[in-house]
């Protein structure tokens, strides 16, 4: 491999376009650009998730560790494959991962009940926070692929199921530092002294 990022700054993109992987350029508001933004985001959120594990009193760090930066490099093949319309990154394994590691975590988990607010230890919210930007990228690269039918099923399958994994987890990160869910309350309202 080549000197890929030898100059960080080109000035190309200062009349309002960024190139794509293909070598075509487009407006920096384009709608893939936006999809590369939230799975760029996305892929932040979860390094700093993985920072705050690493310094929590969790049990099997390592396995967090691993987990976390597999869907790290799943991300970057997205932002790729979003990068340069065509072309396939993300192989349905990574959705496989992704169900199995649910039902891992699932077992161990009771069935809820009632909705739970995103909130919790620092590790549980800040699963949550990546759950929500998922559900933003998912919405975007799914725009993309409205607009251009380019984006392979297995991509739209990894961020819907990625979203599903971040609310597990966020469940059992809390429980792994002693706490339990904050619940959602009904007519909340109703209990504020006036």
Not at 71 to 95: A, K
Not at 100 to 126: Q, Y
Not at 145 to 166: F, K, T
Request: proline letters at 3%; one cysteine or more; glycine letters at 8%.
């Amino acid at each position: 491999m080549g000197h890929r990022l030898s100059k960080i700054y080109t000035r190309t993109g200062d009349s309002g376009t960024t190139g794509l992987g293909d070598g075509s350029r487009v407006p920096k508001d384009d709608l893939r650009i936006d999809a590369l933004g939230d799975v760029d985001e996305l892929n932040a959120v979860i390094g700093v998730l993985r920072s705050q594990i690493a310094i929590s009193s969790i049990a099997d760090k390592a396995k967090w560790d691993k987990s976390l930066s597999l869907i790290q490099h799943w991300l970057f093949d997205l932002g790729g494959e979003v990068c340069i319309p065509g072309f396939n990154l993300v192989l349905p394994v990574s959705i496989e991962f992704l169900e199995n590691d649910i039902d891992r975590m699932n077992e161990s988990l009771p069935m809820l009940k009632d909705f739970i607010l995103p909130a919790g230890t620092m590790v549980c919210s800040l699963a949550h926070q990546a759950r929500a930007v998922c559900r933003r990228a998912e919405r975007s690269v799914m725009s993309v692929h409205a607009r251009d039918q380019n984006i392979q099923a297995a991509s739209l399958q990894l961020l819907n199921r990625l979203s599903d994994w971040l609310f597990v987890a966020s469940r059992t990160l809390q429980r792994s530092e002693g706490g339990s869910e904050v619940l959602w309350q009904k007519n909340i309202h109703e209990t504020i002294d006036q």
